[in-house]
């Protein structure tokens, strides 16, 4: 059975999990303070991770979907590069850093599945296009097989 919710998929709540992540750690270290720049590109890159994921789902549409996950990948690796920065510049130390720099990896192995999944449906719809089989190219939303 397949992913009916983007909120069931497992990319989203590591997305989610580094969000939160990131923000407790600029909300609890001297970022809050120090560095408004690094503050704001790095809560808006981590922001952008979950909601490039669920907006991409709800399009309902493999293709669509893809693009919103390549959109959520750029936008997680904007945000750990922010958090190396931070790191780099002695905002943050790498022992604070680390659990959101796990989620961060996590996300991605994960969400590159999942894209791959959709552009392996859109080869799927393709070929079943050029048999005339099947539903149209279009139909049937980005359900997802799995957790991913």
């Given at each position: 059975m397949g992913v009916r919710r983007y909120h069931d998929l497992l990319a989203w709540h590591l997305a989610d999990a580094f969000k939160t992540e990131v923000y407790r750690l600029l909300d609890c270290h001297k970022v809050r303070l120090t560095s408004w720049k690094l503050?704001?590109?790095?809560?808006?890159?981590?922001?952008?991770?979950?909601?490039?994921?669920?907006?991409?789902?709800?399009?309902?549409?493999?293709?669509?979907?893809?693009?919103?996950?390549?959109?959520?990948?750029?936008?997680?690796?904007?945000a750990e590069q922010w958090l190396r920065d931070a790191v780099e510049r002695g905002f943050l130390t790498a022992e604070h850093a680390r659990h959101a720099l796990s989620l961060a990896?996590?996300?991605?192995?994960?969400?590159?599945?999942?894209?791959?999944?959709?552009?392996?449906?859109?080869?799927?719809?393709?070929?079943?296009?050029?048999?005339?089989g099947g539903r149209k190219t279009g139909e049937g939303g980005t359900?997802?097989?799995g957790r991913i």
């Open positions: 503050r704001e590109q790095l809560a808006d890159a981590a922001g952008a991770v979950p909601k490039d994921i669920s907006e991409g789902f709800i399009r309902f549409s493999p293709a669509q979907f893809a693009r919103f996950l390549d959109y959520a990948l750029a936008s997680l690796v904007e990896k996590r996300c991605w192995n994960v969400s590159l599945a999942l894209k791959r999944s959709q552009e392996r449906e859109i080869q799927r719809r393709r070929q079943r296009g050029k048999t005339g359900e997802s097989k």
